[in-house]
Structure formats: structure tokens, C-alpha cells
Nanobody, 116 residues
Framework: QVQLVESGGGLVQAGGSLRLSCVGSGSIFQFSTMNWYQQAPGKQRELVASITSGGSTNYADSVKGRFTISRDNAKMAVYLQMNSLKLEDTAVYYC??????????WGRGTQVTVSS
């Protein structure tokens, strides 16, 4: 059984930084691609960043150069370092694990609010 728990969200001023963490459980963690999604009010959930089991990363254009995804398989954790935050980064951020056979697991999300 896979469980994901996010933390690290909060209120930050524009231009500031936050680091989100997602701690997982389950033996498949180290073999799985991990993703961070964001869902702003009234909008669909969107992929922000991905990291494969081998450490390859991919980012949405809107966050390139500002966000960094990383993982620590020994701790079964994935992180999202968010710098130079903008008002439009305000959203609930969800951790996602891509499991085998097209399975997908989600955390409950952590709120990030960027103020002016």
C-alpha cells in the first residue's frame, strides 16, 4: 500500500521561497517516477515537475529556472524547492507516484499561498 504525505506549504511573500516535502511508504517508491502537481482555485490540476527513478527531471515552462525537484530514495522522500515565487504559484500542491500497471497514488496536498 502506498501512502504519500506532503508538508511544507504556507504563506509567503512574492519573491520568497518554500520547500515542499513528500514522504512516501511502500516498496515501489524507489522504482517510481514522482511528480508534483498544482491546482489553483477554479483550475485543473497541472503537472509542475517530475523526477524519474534514475533522477531525470522535467518541469513545466511556468516554473523552469525557479523550481527544483529532487528525491531521496533512502528516506522515501521527494522535494520541491520553490524560489522566486509569484502570485500565480498560489495553489494546492500534490505529490503523485506513478506506480506499475498505470496505477497512480496521490497525497492530500499542501496549500501554498503567495502574497503581494
Amino acid at each position: 500500500q502506498v501512502q504519500l504525505v506532503e508538508s511544507g506549504g504556507g504563506l509567503v511573500q512574492a519573491g520568497g521561497s518554500l520547500r515542499l516535502s513528500c514522504v512516501g511508504s511502500g516498496s515501489i517508491f524507489q522504482f517510481s517516477t514522482m511528480n508534483w502537481y498544482q491546482q489553483a482555485p477554479g483550475k485543473q490540476r497541472e503537472l509542475v515537475a517530475s523526477i524519474t527513478s534514475g533522477g531525470s527531471t522535467n518541469y513545466a515552462d511556468s516554473v523552469k529556472g525557479r523550481f527544483t525537484i529532487s528525491r531521496d530514495n533512502a528516506k522515501m522522500a521527494v522535494y520541491l524547492q520553490m524560489n522566486s515565487l509569484k502570485l500565480e504559484d498560489t495553489a494546492v500542491y500534490y505529490c503523485n507516484l506513478e506506480g506499475p500497471f498505470s496505477t497512480s497514488y496521490w497525497g492530500r496536498g499542501t496549500q501554498v499561498t503567495v502574497s503581494s
